[in-house]
């Protein structure tokens, strides 16, 4: 049954990032501070002497990957554990099955993929295990381990972590892709080094959303036998279509955490709650719906409302504790504040602006008076001369120039008018005046 099985899914197209994943510590692209010649990681999987570990990193960098070259040349049991469909009764059967090897000279390795998903009572289910050598775990996570991960379980695990690909790293894996496409579909494809770039800026640092971009911009080029041409223009139409490479279940994951975040700009709660509840309902992770609640904190409430961000940081802390599907109140009760709470997008306003003339002033000098003098040769040289300690001046003012000479005058942070947001607005009238009465 196994057998007919296997040769069904066999029959099945797999997605091309499936079919290209690497086989061999040489064929992984990127992570060359851990991978490359002579460093650490390499040298312990070349040598089959891996300890427990834990792989932290964003998504489609070759966390997987890694895992599944230790599994390839080491000589230990590999067991791969998923934190969707495994409970404490299957993590123990195995964890006892592994004991038992042990006594005979058996290495088991254990690699749990997503192990921030594990609950507190799963991880404590490896501990023993991890703490008397039966086991050798390995996790991956796209979360910080510092907060995802058991204290006493991370304490014994080496972190790994793994960088972001570069746009030169996608470059050369898509460039990977073309060859492989000829040997895997006979195909023939032609396309432009400008298109593969635009694929490999596009993907931001994913392998694994490269490939799938690829993919689908060669089955959207135009067939002539078994030659395919791949033009920048179908590389355009199929970026523009990126919900449909994060579906989820269905759900155009793009498309709805927008639909959300403009009904809370649009001080909807209802559209709000409905567009939460889609994603949630869909399988999103809620510390992802969290995450964007927070920035709409500060991006579209800010200082109209500066309890939003305590309240959106609140609902983050409440996923991280209880997670889904008891955290949905938590996450709903922070979208209807954001929705209710008075508008503001000064915050954000601002910090374009300054990043707009930082990017053209990046190397203005920074005025001497507001440098740290902390040697004497920077004090001789002006440092902090005429500086002058606010708390010490009773209006706890002072007229000093922050900003370097060429941006003298500019205003970055405009405050409107909204909820508490008025008061900032006369606060900083009142600061602006008495520095023009004093001369600044």
């Known amino acids: 049954m196994n057998e007919q099985i296997s040769m069904f899914e066999n029959s099945v197209p797999r997605p091309l990032a499936a079919r290209m994943r690497p086989r061999t510590l040489d064929e992984i692209v990127g992570q060359k501070h851990l991978l490359g010649e002579g460093k650490v990681l390499r040298r ?14 964003p998504p489609g960098i070759g966390k997987t990957t890694i895992a599944n070259v230790i599994a390839a040349r080491t000589k230990a049991r590999f067991i791969n554990f998923s934190a969707v469909t495994s409970g404490i009764k ?54 910080n381990p ?17 960088k972001p690909l570069s746009a030169d790293d996608i470059y050369e894996l898509l460039c990977r892709a073309v060859k492989k496409w000829h040997e895997l579909e006979k195909q023939t ?21 490269a490939l799938s971009t690829f993919e689908m911009a060669v089955l959207n080029g135009d067939m002539d ?20 490479l994060y579906d989820k279940n269905g759900e155009e994951h793009y498309n709805i955490i927008s639909a959300l975040h403009k009904s809370m700009r649009n001080s909807d709660p209802d559209a709000a709650v409905y567009w939460l509840a889609r994603m949630l309902e869909a399988g999103e ?33 409440a996923c991280h504790f209880i997670g889904m599907p008891e955290c949905s109140v938590h996450l709903t ?17 601002a910090y374009l602006m300054a990043k707009a003339d930082a990017l053209k002033t990046i190397s203005d000098p920074v005025p001497l008076v507001i440098r740290n003098g902390v040697t004497k040769l920077m004090r001789d040289e002006g440092y902090g001369k005429g500086y002058i300690y606010a708390h010490d001046t009773k ?34 009238l009142k600061i602006k005046q008495w520095k023009k009465e004093h001369g600044a």
């Open 285 to 317: 992770d809620p510390l992802y719906v969290a995450r964007r609640v927070v920035r709409f904190a500060s991006e579209d409430v800010g200082l109209s409302d500066p309890r939003a961000l305590e309240i959106a940081v609140a609902a983050y802390q």
């Open 395 to 428: 209006d706890k003012l002072s007229d000093m120039q922050c900003l370097p000479d060429s941006l003298m005058g500019r205003e970055y942070y405009q405050p409107t008018e909204e909820g508490l947001e008025g008061r900032f607005k006369d606060r900083l």
């Open 44 to 57: 312990i999987i070349e040598q089959d002497k891996v300890s427990s570990m834990i792989f932290w990193g």
């Open 146 to 162: 510092s907060f995802e991960v058991n204290g006493a379980l991370l304490s014994r695990c080496k972190v790994f972590v793994l």
């Open 225 to 244: 036998g078994d030659r395919v041409t791949v033009t920048i223009e179908t590389v355009e139409e199929c970026t523009s279509r990126k919900a449909l």
């Open 333 to 349: 009760e922070a979208v209807i504040y954001m929705s209710l709470a008075p508008k503001s997008n000064a915050m954000d306003r």
């Open 189 to 209: 494809v032609e396309i432009d080094e400008r298109a593969l770039r635009m694929i490999a800026v596009f993907a931001n640092g994913d392998a694994r959303t």
């Open 90 to 143: 299957e993590i123990r059967a195995v964890m006892s099955e592994a004991d038992n090897n042990r006594a005979f000279g058996e290495k088991t390795i254990v690699f749990v993929d997503e192990i921030h998903r594990f609950n507190k009572a799963q991880q404590d289910a490896f501990l023993p295990f991890v703490e008397k050598g039966s086991i050798i775990l390995i996790g991956a996570t796209t979360e």
